[in-house]
């Protein structure tokens, strides 16, 4: 992902939601200012550190007069999670290395562009480490996340508890290419309705991509015996597949309810968070 350049402007640190509108980016143009939500948002991993050398980097990583050596002192946070990193160095090529110094400590807000035998992180922007800020990008986080739950409650058309009786795969034609979903049926008995014209004790069946590929792998695989919340989504939310040289083109058509994201199936003790979000 291409990042614009940024500068943070850092004010006084306030407690909480104050501190989230308080902190703004300026970046070019001057109108496209973004509050902290969307800078966790940009970042995949934010940690306290400490730069230790400037124009150098780690093993496995090339130098540059913008990289630092920087010292892991805290993780704030990291999507997704990784090896144990407290206490490491990593590289991290810096937006301005003019501003850079040997020794200070700061929050960096970062994403992962290199790996291997030691971690390359772009930096997004940066702040004073005030031991304050781990809880506003926690809520940052957890706000970003109630986002993406939202956006897909509003899209399904039946939510319930409910639990997974029976799956089998769809017959069909021959897959067209790799991406083929390869469907399967999950039979669902209804524990709890939440959202839909459905009631307890009805039973629902819903199809699920079988399909591991990069494509299909976070898609829900429902197991027998499992209860879960399914957020059960209409045949137009699924995606065109997309097409590799040679591969027959062409898209069958589909209805029904179908589990497509990582986020159409929950643990049923997310059940609360779910009603919360419906009822706003």
Do not use: C
């Not at 399904?156 to 017959?171: C, F, G, N, Q």
């Not at 197991?223 to 045949?235: D, K, S």
């Amino acid at each position: 992902m291409r990042h614009m350049p940024m500068r943070l402007v850092a004010p006084r640190f306030l407690p909480g939601a104050a501190l989230v509108a308080a902190i703004l980016l300026v970046a070019t143009p001057v109108s496209s200012q973004q509050d902290l939500r969307t800078l966790v948002r940009q970042s995949g991993f934010i940690f306290a550190g400490q730069i230790e050398k400037i124009g150098a980097a780690t093993t496995g990583l090339s130098a540059s007069a913008q990289t630092a050596v920087v010292r892991v002192v805290r993780v704030i946070d990291e999507q997704p999670p990784i090896d144990e990193v407290k206490g490491r160095d990593v590289t991290v090529r810096l937006r301005d290395p003019k501003t850079a110094r040997v020794g200070l400590e700061a929050v960096f807000f970062t994403y992962l562009y290199g790996g291997g035998m030691s971690l390359g992180l772009q930096e997004v922007a940066e702040m004073p480490d005030d031991g304050k800020v781990d809880e506003v990008v926690h809520a940052a986080r957890a706000g970003l996340a109630d986002d993406a739950l939202r956006s897909r409650l509003d899209t399904a058309s039946i939510v319930a508890t409910a639990r997974v009786l029976r799956t089998e795969r769809v017959e069909g034609p021959p897959p067209r290419g790799e991406h083929e979903p390869m469907w399967w049926n999950a039979t669902l008995e209804v524990a709890s309705p939440l959202k839909g014209d459905v009631k307890a004790g009805a039973t629902i069946t819903v199809r699920f991509p079988s399909n591991y590929d990069a494509y299909w792998g976070n898609a829900p695989k429902p197991t027998p015996g499992e209860t879960a919340i399914f957020l059960m989504q209409p045949a137009r939310m699924v995606p065109a597949m997309p097409m590799e040289k040679g591969e027959r083109e062409g898209r069958e058509d589909l209805t029904g309810l179908f589990l497509l994201d990582r986020l159409d199936q929950l643990k049923a003790s997310e059940i609360e968070r779910v009603r919360r979000l419906l009822a706003k």
